[in-house]
């Protein structure tokens, strides 16, 4: 698993907490993407960034913020979270956002919000 | 909008015999990528196989080989002389105008010993 990375792999916050993912690539693509896995349920597109640049924002909560610093490094800043945002939250890759699509996955990080 | 359905929520398979699981989408795109994922227990998802639309031919990777018609929009995956390591949730996408992947609610896949 050193793909994709992410940390932590678990993460219990209340509702007024502040905390922060993070995911990091190791294959050198240029495209990177937040998703949400919750149960029985296909995943949930939430960012998408290509060269750094975000190019995707498929209607996300406020209280869930990205920040991509290089093409390497992608974080999920989360505040103010309610119950219904625990999920499996996981990170992906690809070479370049257009050609071919093949993403790689990170492990995930199981949130629980109380 | 686009969607990709996978009717089966679940499936079981005894050792080494053969099962498919299959995916329909929707798509007014006339080319694009479709994907098998694979996700084990508490692991990482996984590419098992990809098809480009254009392309006729059938892909295949060692024991997984798909049956895509491109007309019925389907594209099913068959797992030959399955393995205890086959067991896991397996989800369908396809990519869509903007290059997102649009998936399916997925299958999990139970191996009988």
């Known amino acids: 698993e050193t793909g994709v990375t992410q940390t932590p792999r678990h993460l219990v916050m209340g509702m007024t907490n502040k905390k922060s993912l993070k995911c990091e690539q190791h294959?050198?693509?240029?495209?990177m993407y937040w998703y949400k896995q919750s149960a029985k349920k296909p995943l949930e597109l939430m960012f998408v960034y290509n060269f750094k640049e975000q190019t995707e924002n498929n209607s996300v909560p406020s209280r869930f913020s990205p920040e991509c610093p290089n093409s390497s490094h992608l974080f999920l800043h989360l505040h103010t979270l309610q119950p219904e945002d625990s999920a499996l939250y996981l990170c992906?890759?690809?070479?370049?956002?257009?050609?071919?699509?093949?993403?790689?996955f990170g492990p995930g990080t199981r949130l629980t919000v109380l | 909008a686009q969607t990709v359905t996978q009717s089966q929520p679940e499936m079981s398979v005894q050792e080494a015999e053969t099962v498919t699981l299959s995916c329909t989408y929707d798509?007014?795109?006339?080319?694009?990528?479709l994907f098998w994922y694979k996700q084990p227990p508490s692991r990482q998802m996984i590419l098992v196989i990809r098809q480009e639309a254009y392309k006729q031919q059938n892909a295949t990777e060692n024991r997984f080989s798909v049956n895509f018609q491109k007309a019925a929009k389907s594209f099913s995956l068959k797992i030959s002389d399955s393995q205890l390591g086959d067991a896991a949730m397996y989800f369908c996408a396809c990519e869509d105008s903007n290059y997102q992947l649009i998936w399916g609610a997925g299958t999990k896949l139970i191996i009988k010993p």
């Open positions: 798509t007014s795109e006339s080319d694009y990528y």
């Open positions: 992906a890759s690809s070479q370049e956002r257009g050609l071919e699509n093949t993403q790689y």
């Open positions: 294959l050198g693509h240029n495209a």
